[in-house]
T-cell receptor
């Protein structure tokens, strides 16, 4: 039982290139989300999905997601910009009514855009 | 706007001394409150949560947190700090159970326990 698996661990992109960050879970949780972590900023929500087939975004541009099944929630950077240099975390949880189900995090992807 | 504040960027404490990491929030209603810990090059790990009931909640690794509704605070505490407690700590709030999944995180407090 791996929980939340993120790949790759590290990656360097050039400005304008595209890339997909992978997130897979084996806990059968409905809710999946992507956060980015920047120094002094804490974690900021980028996208989330309450269940397969649904997604909602928090930041306006630069990212795209899909949720074709329960297990996978890939995050796509459409045309990378230096401002997207960050550490990206995938997090999952059960339904919000389930006693305050906490988030379970992957180990992150450190992305640098040059 | 809804927000979570962790007023201290860093807290230093001697090993064996009690520690407190502060968190206040500005969220309407009765939110769910959480503490997470992050070790280097790892994702965040859940420590404890407050949903309802007793204002003092106990969590993993001997940590506890005290909820104060009038002060809208949820401070993390531990009676006796260990060097291994050194890490980055995040307070998080989830607005009231209305079907929302949106967590709001504080900016984090780095705890350094000195031997």
């Amino acid at each position: 039982n791996a929980g939340v698996t993120q790949t790759p661990k590290f990656h360097i992109l050039k400005t304008g290139q595209s890339m997909t960050l992978q997130c897979a879970q084996d806990m059968n949780h409905g809710y999946m989300s992507w956060y980015r972590q920047d120094p002094g900023m804490g974690l900021r929500l980028i996208y989330y999905s309450a269940a397969a087939g649904t997604t909602d975004k928090e930041v306006p541009n630069g990212y795209n997601v899909s949720r074709l099944n329960t297990e996978d929630f890939p995050l796509r950077l459409v045309s990378a910009a230096p401002s997207q240099t960050s550490v990206y975390f995938c997090a999952i949880s059960g339904a919000p009514g389930q006693g305050g189900s906490p988030l379970h995090f992957g180990n992150g992807t450190r992305l640098t855009v040059t | 706007a809804q927000s979570v504040a962790q007023p201290e960027d860093q807290v230093n404490v001697a090993e064996g001394n009690p520690l407190t990491v502060k968190c206040t929030y500005s969220v309407s209603g009765n939110p769910y409150l959480f503490w997470y810990v992050q070790y280097p090059n790892r994702g965040l790990q859940f420590l404890l949560k407050y949903i309802t009931g007793d204002n003092l909640v106990k969590g993993s690794y001997g940590f506890e947190a005290e909820f104060n509704k009038s002060q809208t605070s949820f401070h993390l505490k531990k009676p006796s700090a260990l060097v291994s407690d050194s890490a980055l700590y995040f307070c998080a709030v989830r607005p009231p159970a209305s079907g929302t999944y949106k967590y709001i995180f504080g900016t984090g407090t780095r705890l350094k326990v000195l031997a």
